[in-house]
């Protein structure tokens, strides 16, 4: 199948879109946890993997289209970094001030500059502050400023890639611990370990890395004909997905842990899914198969473009005061898609269009 192609990214969009509604479950089990069997309940505790699939996709998207090319000089640097200032923070700051000026919701918290710049997800202290979910905007972020760099190192040799992300996880670590060491680091700035394997950039990276290494296998003659020799990826790689989400989860206890926070299942977590969701993607973009057509239909594009806006309002102060208003037995679930897609195109499609067409008037 040619591989040229725009549309070859249909079926990733909407990918976007399952990845959305699996945070949504997984948020939402709570709800179901008296009612399904544990082992059931504990494959759904798992599903925070949607994020995963975000980072994956993130890590393939900005080295396939970017490469290394913004690193050219200093200016192509800048346009590239406000094209991802212009990409996420826009609409996360509308809804942080309307959670701000909404004092019901925010008297408690005072921490404007952590929240508005995003830095507050590398405190344990304020992690679960603000617009909850935004912790992985920062994971985001930090791999967008670092991304350019990272695919020139993977295109010099894949070593020197992994050891410079192995690297910044010692670096993270040795921050967080001397912190601690110093003055008991009370807000947790990349302490505990846990916090900070599970919810930093320097924890995280590998995730991001695995998606790159599709991208530059994509680039290379020799890694297209290594790609080539796989027979059905997306069987593969949506089976190996399956597997590994159940592997992790059989390292949770009960229904209130994650099989993450054992360290078997965190390492699946961080090197082996990953790996899967890759071949999943590899195989979405070359195979016709009944997955792909259903993930480039018109409304799983749709609702995977809408995706980033339904990621910031299925949880935190958006869905809050809905509830406030109206609480529908599907847990709001097809109304906040709703929301969603009016509020893409209404307001984060036009925003982002409008600061697109400002930075290409940097010379």
């Not at 010692?170 to 921050?175: E, P, Q, R, V």
């Not at 790609?227 to 009960?254: D, S």
């Not at 999943?280 to 195979?287: A, I, Y």
Request: glycine letters at 6%; aromatic letters at 20%.
């Amino acid at each position: 199948m040619d591989t040229t192609g725009k549309n070859k990214f249909d079926a990733l969009t909407g990918m976007r879109a399952i990845a959305a509604i699996m945070v949504f479950v997984y948020h939402n089990r709570k709800y179901w946890r008296r009612d399904l069997p544990f082992e059931i309940m504990r494959f759904i505790s798992e599903w925070h993997i949607g994020v995963t699939v975000f980072f994956v996709l993130s890590g393939f998207l900005l080295a396939y289209r970017y490469e290394d090319s913004p690193l050219q000089s200093g200016k192509s640097y800048l346009k590239y970094l406000l094209l991802r200032i212009a990409r996420i923070f826009p609409l996360y700051w509308i809804l942080l001030t309307a959670f701000f000026l909404d004092v019901k919701y925010s008297k408690d918290v005072d921490t404007y500059f952590l929240q508005y710049s995003l830095l507050y997800s590398l405190f344990e202290k304020y992690s679960v502050s603000g617009i909850v979910q935004a912790w992985s905007l920062t994971v985001e972020f930090c791999f967008y400023l670092l991304a350019p760099l990272l695919f020139l190192l993977l295109k010099k040799n894949w070593m020197y890639c992994l050891l410079s992300l192995s690297g910044l996880f010692l670096l993270g670590w040795g921050t967080g611990y001397g912190w601690h060491e110093y003055n008991g680091n009370p807000e947790g700035f990349l302490y505990p370990l846990k916090f900070m394997i599970g919810s930093t950039f320097f924890g995280r990276s590998s995730e991001f890395f695995f998606g790159m290494l599709l991208a530059y296998l994509m680039k290379k003659q020799t890694g297209m004909e290594f790609l080539k020799k796989i027979k059905k990826p997306t069987l593969f790689g949506g089976t190996g997905m399956t597997v590994f989400t159940v592997a992790i989860a059989c390292f949770a206890r009960n229904n209130f842990i994650h099989g993450v926070e054992q360290w078997e299942g965190r390492l699946i977590h961080e090197f082996l899914l990953p790996v899967s969701i890759a071949l999943f993607f590899w195989g979405l973009m070359t195979e016709k198969t009944w997955v792909s057509k259903i993930l480039s239909s018109r409304l799983a594009i749709l609702l995977g473009n809408a995706s980033f806006v339904f990621y910031l309002i299925h949880l935190s102060y958006f869905n809050m005061k809905l509830k406030s208003y109206i609480y529908l037995p599907d847990r709001n679930f097809v109304l906040l898609w709703i929301c969603s897609v009016i509020i893409y195109l209404l307001i984060e499609k036009p925003l982002y269009s409008s600061c697109r067409k400002l930075i290409s008037k940097i010379k």
